[in-house]
């Protein structure tokens, strides 16, 4: 599900759970308020009533046959005064008469006056008994002034009050009772509930207006920013929210703009380390986050040196362009085979180059990475020969002497503050260039020096050549020459 349909839903469900609580809340409190106006008002007209009639006449009224009497015609002209004055449109007033308790039991009541009409069939009789309607008057009081809850039945919702009526002494003979016809002004509150139902109707539609600005409101700088995040992903270093507004939105645009220069700050690192570093060794120093250390450090390292043989003899007889051509093709060749090998190209010397093993990140098989790239390299050579006269762009003899010498040297940034170079020097590195001058000397491609060849025995066939004597060295040197690698791991030397 999408933000914006979240949002979306979230401010439309508030909407209408915030109008829901408080149009239940308003009309729980209106339908009480006006159940408690109505209370009032119905005890009033039983109070006003009840006082004004006469309690002497009353009492004349004790047996069934009394219904025939002057007094009780004349009570009842005066009930159904009181009846019709309280039919009003503010308040209608169903039923007024008057009530004793028996002497039977303490809830059983007696009807004695009754204003309604002989026929209508909702008049009671006088010695008529009722049990006691449920709500507060559970007990008639004469003596006291009553209020009854709320009662439903089956001709609808009821609301009763009795008050005294006395005696000339100020003796309670009976209880005025009236009843008011609820349901027809709560009905009133069912308007109310309709119209809060209406006006809730609009909150929500407003609501939802609402919600639909503001989610494309929001979601329109997340759908810019997670389109610019999908361009990053899709390798698109270029890609920019560029997202000015003033809060978090902006600041989320100026974190994606500052992850994807450093994202391209890394890949022009990744691309200038794998200038000198093979990819898995300028990956290994990015990833790490720790950048080798690259101050001078004496260290076991394993030097190669490559040199075209008599290439200027061959360059004189070619052009310009196609001694850079040639040259850039096969460097492009042998410099693929050393970064393969974890190896570190440290220079290039004209027509040949120098390449470290070991160095800026340990290699515990430096030795046979050194040794593997050499044969690669000569395999290399020969294929890349063999396509040159292919297409006729160079058909003289085209070979290569390759030294490889291991051991201590040291190694760091050499050079200036204007100009750096990160090398090897030591006796190590210059024991590995005379090897691989000497590879004339002995007509072979590839020539180790003892250490390296401990380092490797049994992993390439290899062939002594006994001892040389090395310029700086007061000892020979023994020296081998590599000849491929050995089937099974036997070797011999």
Same mark, same amino acid.
């Given at each position: 599900?999408?933000?914006?349909?979240?949002?979306?839903?979230?401010?439309?469900?508030?909407?209408?759970?915030?109008?829901?609580?408080?149009?239940?809340?308003?009309?729980?409190?209106?339908?009480?308020?006006?159940?408690?106006?109505?209370?009032?008002?119905?005890?009033?007209?039983?109070?006003?009533?009840?006082?004004?009639?006469?309690?002497?006449?009353?009492?004349?009224?004790?047996?069934?046959?009394?219904?025939?009497?002057?007094?009780?015609?004349?009570?009842?002209?005066?009930?159904?005064?009181?009846?019709?004055?309280?039919?009003?449109?503010?308040?209608?007033?169903?039923?007024?008469?008057?009530?004793?308790?028996?002497?039977?039991?303490?809830? #059983?009541?007696?009807?004695?006056? =009754?204003?309604?009409? @002989? /026929?209508?069939?909702?008049?009671?009789? $006088?010695?008529? +008994?009722?049990?006691?309607?449920?709500?507060?008057?559970?007990?008639?009081?004469?003596?006291?002034?009553?209020?009854?809850?709320?009662?439903?039945?089956?001709?609808?919702?009821?609301?009763?009050?009795?008050?005294?009526?006395?005696?000339?002494?100020?003796?309670?003979?009976?209880?005025?009772?009236?009843?008011?016809?609820?349901?027809?002004?709560?009905?009133?509150?069912?308007?109310?509930?309709?119209?809060?139902?209406?006006?809730?109707?609009?909150?929500?539609?407003?609501?939802?207006?609402?919600?639909?600005?503001?989610?494309?409101?929001?979601?329109?700088?997340?759908?810019?920013?997670?389109?610019?995040?999908?361009?990053?992903?899709?390798?698109?270093?270029?890609?920019?929210?560029?997202?000015?507004?003033?809060?978090?939105?902006? #600041?989320?645009?100026?974190?994606? =703009?500052?992850?994807? @220069? /450093?994202?391209?700050?890394?890949?022009? $690192?990744?691309? +200038?380390?794998?200038?000198?570093?093979?990819?898995?060794?300028?990956?290994?120093?990015?990833?790490?986050?720790?950048?080798?250390?690259?101050?001078?450090?004496?260290?076991?390292?394993?030097?190669?040196?490559?040199?075209?043989?008599?290439?200027?003899?061959?360059?004189?007889?070619?052009?310009?362009?196609?001694?850079?051509?040639?040259?850039?093709?096969?460097?492009?060749?042998?410099?693929?085979?050393?970064?393969?090998?974890?190896?570190?190209?440290?220079?290039?010397?004209?027509?040949?180059?120098?390449?470290?093993?070991?160095?800026?990140?340990?290699?515990?098989?430096?030795?046979?990475?050194?040794?593997?790239?050499?044969?690669?390299?000569?395999?290399?050579?020969?294929?890349?020969?063999?396509?040159?006269?292919?297409?006729?762009?160079?058909?003289?003899?085209?070979?290569?002497?390759?030294?490889?010498?291991?051991?201590?040297?040291?190694?760091?940034?050499?050079?200036?503050?204007?100009?750096?170079?990160?090398?090897?020097?030591?006796?190590?590195?210059?024991?590995?260039?005379?090897?691989?001058?000497?590879?004339?000397?002995?007509?072979?491609?590839?020539?180790?020096?003892?250490?390296?060849?401990?380092?490797?025995?049994?992993?390439?066939?290899?062939?002594?050549?006994?001892?040389?004597?090395?310029?700086?060295?007061?000892?020979?040197?023994?020296?081998?020459?590599?000849?491929?690698?050995?089937?099974?791991?036997?070797?011999?030397?």
């Amino acid at each position: 599900m999408r933000y914006r349909t979240k949002l979306t839903l979230v401010l439309v469900g508030m909407a209408v759970v915030t109008s829901g609580v408080l149009l239940a809340i308003s009309h729980r409190l209106a339908r009480q308020i006006l159940v408690e106006e109505i209370q009032s008002k119905v005890l009033s007209i039983a109070a006003t009533a009840g006082a004004l009639m006469d309690g002497d006449l009353h009492r004349q009224l004790a047996r069934p046959e009394d219904q025939n009497s002057a007094a009780y015609t004349q009570l009842e002209a005066e009930f159904r005064r009181v009846r019709d004055a309280n039919r009003r449109d503010d308040i209608f007033i169903r039923y007024v008469y008057s009530l004793v308790p028996t002497d039977k039991y303490e809830s #059983e009541i007696a009807y004695v006056v =009754d204003a309604e009409e @002989a /026929g209508s069939g909702d008049k009671s009789d $006088l010695g008529d +008994v009722c049990e006691a309607k449920p709500g507060t008057m559970q007990v008639l009081d004469i003596s006291a002034y009553q209020i009854d809850e709320m009662v439903e039945d089956d001709f609808g919702l009821w609301l009763s009050a009795n008050a005294p009526i006395y005696d000339h002494a100020g003796e309670p003979v009976a209880a005025l009772g009236v009843d008011f016809a609820a349901h027809d002004v709560l009905a009133k509150t069912n308007a109310l509930l309709w119209s809060g139902l209406a006006a809730m109707g609009v909150a929500v539609g407003l609501a939802v207006g609402l919600s639909l600005f503001l989610s494309r409101h929001v979601s329109r700088p997340l759908d810019r920013l997670a389109d610019t995040v999908k361009q990053i992903g899709r390798g698109d270093l270029n890609a920019q929210a560029r997202l000015t507004a003033n809060d978090e939105f902006g #600041e989320m645009s100026d974190a994606i =703009d500052g992850m994807t @220069a /450093g994202l391209r700050e890394r890949e022009l $690192l990744k691309g +200038v380390l794998t200038r000198y570093l093979s990819y898995q060794v300028a990956e290994k120093v990015i990833r790490s986050g720790v950048v080798p250390e690259l101050k001078g450090e004496r260290r076991p390292i394993t030097v190669l040196f490559l040199d075209i043989r008599e290439f200027t003899a061959m360059a004189d007889r070619m052009s310009s362009e196609e001694v850079v051509a040639l040259l850039n093709e096969f460097f492009e060749r042998m410099i693929d085979v050393i970064f393969q090998g974890q190896g570190t190209l440290d220079k290039f010397t004209g027509d040949g180059l120098m390449a470290l093993y070991g160095a800026p990140l340990e290699d515990a098989g430096q030795a046979e990475h050194a040794v593997e790239a050499a044969v690669r390299m000569q395999v290399e050579m020969r294929k890349l020969v063999a396509r040159w006269e292919e297409q006729g762009r160079h058909r003289s003899l085209f070979s290569m002497g390759i030294g490889i010498n291991s051991g201590a040297a040291t190694v760091g940034n050499i050079g200036s503050t204007q100009r750096m170079d990160y090398t090897a020097i030591g006796d190590t590195v210059n024991l590995a260039s005379r090897l691989e001058t000497a590879t004339k000397e002995f007509d072979v491609d590839i020539l180790i020096s003892e250490s390296t060849y401990q380092a490797v025995k049994g992993k390439f066939k290899t062939k002594s050549l006994g001892k040389i004597s090395v310029k700086g060295r007061a000892d020979p040197v023994s020296v081998y020459a590599v000849l491929d690698h050995v089937e099974g791991g036997a070797g011999g030397g």
